[in-house]
C-alpha cells in the first residue's frame, strides 16, 4: 500500500467515526430514553390546582420531564418541609413562608420567584340577594373561610371582615376549612351559604355559581412565591421549571385563571 493510499484510507476512518458520533449524539439527544427523563416532586397551593395542571402537561411535553404534583395547605406543607419532606419546588399561597424557608436554610436563596398574585371572592352557589359585599355577608348563616393560620386565602378573608368591620358580628358563623379546596367544598356541597375562596376556583370550577369581588384594599396581597428547596437532588431541572413559570407566555395563561398582575 502506497503512502497516498494510507492517508487516503486514514482519512475515510477519521470521517467514519465522526459520522457515527454523530448519529449517536442525535440519537441520544432525541431518544426519549428514561435514562435523561426525570421527575421533579412539587408542593402545590390548594388554590393553583387547576392552573398548574395545565401547566404541567406544557412543560412535560416541551422538556419530556414529568412533574409529581401534591396538593395542600401553604402551612401544611411549611410543617412538612420542615420535617423534611422530599419535595424539590414548593409553590406556596403567601410570600412569607418561603422566605422563612429560606432563613432557615432550607430553600434556596436566589431561587425566589412570585409567580402569582391571588384574588379573593365572595362565592355562593345560589344567587346572592345582595350586591353589597357587606350585606351579602351579614345575611348568611353560614360562612366558609380557609384556616387563618394556615392557608393565606383564609387570612386574606379574616382581614376582609375585620376592616369591614363586621368580624363580631359573624366570627360565630364561620366554618373553617383547613385549606381553600376544602373551603371550595363547603360551598359545593350546600354546608356554608356563602364562602372566601380564590377567584380562580370560582372561574376554573364545576359549577360558576354566584360571586363578589372582594376589593384588594381589605386585605393583604396575595403574593404567591415559589422556592426551590434545598435538599433537592435536581437542582437543574428546579431551574428550568422556575424559568419556565416565569416565562411571559405561561404568565399570561395564569392570569386567564383568574389572578392578577397587582
Known sequence: MTDKTLLVAQ???IYAKKIVLSVLFFCILFSPSPSLADTLRLAVASNFISPIKQLAAKFEQETGHSLQLSFGSSGKFFAQIKNNAPYDIFLSADLTKPQTLIKEQLALPDSLIIYA???LALWSINPIPEIVLKDAILRAKRIAIANPK????????EESLRN????????NKIVQGENIG???????SQNAEIGFVALSQVLTGQKKGHFISVPNKLHGKINQAAVILTRTHNIELANIFMAFIMRV???EEILQFGYSTE
Not at 394556615?150 to 378573608?157: D, I, N, V
Not at 369591614?164 to 366570627?171: G, S, T
Not at 376544602?182 to 359545593?188: R, S, W
Open 11 to 13: 482519512h475515510i476512518q
Open 117 to 119: 398574585r391571588g384574588k
Open 150 to 157: 394556615l392557608a393565606p386565602y383564609g387570612k386574606a378573608a
Open 164 to 171: 369591614l368591620p363586621i368580624w363580631d358580628d359573624v366570627k
Open 182 to 188: 376544602q373551603t371550595y367544598q363547603f360551598v359545593y
Open 249 to 251: 407566555d405561561v404568565q
